[in-house]
Nanobody, 115 residues
Framework: VQLVESGGGLVQPGGSLRLSCAAS????????MRWYRQVPGKEREWVAG????????NYADSVKGRFTISRDNFKNTVTLQMNSLKPEDTATYYC?????????WGQGTQVTVSS
């Protein structure tokens, strides 16, 4: 079972990035999928979630209107489109799959928003 995030990098304020989370070893369509982020020295915070198989999305207030979560159940992937990025969005972003007592985490991808 594995979740692998990709798409992070350095972007200027106001720019966009698209993060992807690829699942393998399990069928992610039967799991709720979530994105979190963490800054060193702070707790990991929830960013966005999408239900299984994908009818409902929700977002933290800090990213609402700027970030969009989506999933492709055929490709076993989840995407986080991030627009209008701000320096305070700088963090390591993690993907998580949840189903009942089961939960899996990816290793994270770094996003840095700086001029």
């Amino acid at each position: 079972v594995q979740l692998v995030e990709s798409g992070g990098g350095l972007v200027q304020p106001g720019g966009s990035l698209r993060l992807s989370c690829a699942a393998s070893g399990f069928t992610s369509s039967s799991y709720a999928m979530r994105w979190y982020r963490q800054v060193p020295g702070k707790e990991r915070e929830w960013v966005a979630g999408i239900s299984s198989p994908g009818g409902t999305t929700n977002y933290a207030d800090s990213v609402k209107g700027r970030f969009t979560i989506s999933r492709d159940n055929f490709k076993n992937t989840v995407t986080l489109q991030m627009n209008s990025l701000k320096p305070e969005d700088t963090a390591t972003y993690y993907c998580r799959a949840v189903r009942g007592q089961e939960n899996y985490w990816g290793q994270g991808t770094q996003v840095t928003v700086s001029s």
